[in-house]
C-alpha cells in the first residue's frame, strides 16, 4: 500500500502561480507513470498532466504552455508548476501514481487524498 503524500495548494489571485507535489513513500521498485488529475465542484475528475519515469509528459489542453509537470525519480515525487492561473483552474488537485512494488509483480493505481486549489481575487 502507497499513501502519496501531497503538499502544496491553497488560495492565489488570477494570474499567480502556485506549485504542488506529492511524493511516493514505502516500498517501492519503479513507478512508470505519475500524474495530476483535478476535479472541480459538479464535474467529473479529468486529467491536468502526466509524466513517465522516462520524462514523457502529457498534458489537458486547457493547461498547456501554463502548467508545467516534472518529476525526482530519486525522490519518488511529481510536482507540477502551475503558472497564469484562471478562476477555471479552481479543482481539488489530486496526485496519481502507478506502482510496482516489486520487480515482476503487478501494477497497482494510486491515488493522493487532494489538495485544494482556488484561483480568485
Known amino acids: 500500500q502507497v499513501q502519496l503524500m501531497e503538499s502544496g495548494g491553497g488560495l492565489v489571485q488570477p494570474g499567480g502561480s502556485l506549485r504542488i507535489s506529492c511524493a511516493a513513500p514505502g516500498s517501492i521498485f519503479s513507478i512508470p507513470a505519475m500524474g495530476w488529475y483535478r476535479q472541480a465542484p459538479g464535474k467529473e475528475r479529468e486529467l491536468v498532466a502526466t509524466i513517465t519515469s522516462g520524462g514523457s509528459t502529457t498534458y489537458a489542453d486547457s493547461v498547456k504552455g501554463r502548467f508545467a509537470i516534472s518529476r525526482d525519480n530519486s525522490k519518488k515525487a511529481v510536482n507540477l508548476q502551475m503558472n497564469s492561473l484562471k478562476p477555471e483552474d479552481t479543482a481539488v488537485y489530486y496526485c496519481?501514481?502507478?506502482?510496482?512494488?516489486?520487480?515482476?509483480?503487478?501494477?497497482?493505481?494510486?491515488w493522493g487524498q487532494g489538495t485544494q486549489v482556488t484561483v480568485s481575487s
Open positions: 496519481n501514481a502507478v506502482v510496482r512494488h516489486y520487480a515482476g509483480h503487478p501494477f497497482y493505481n494510486y
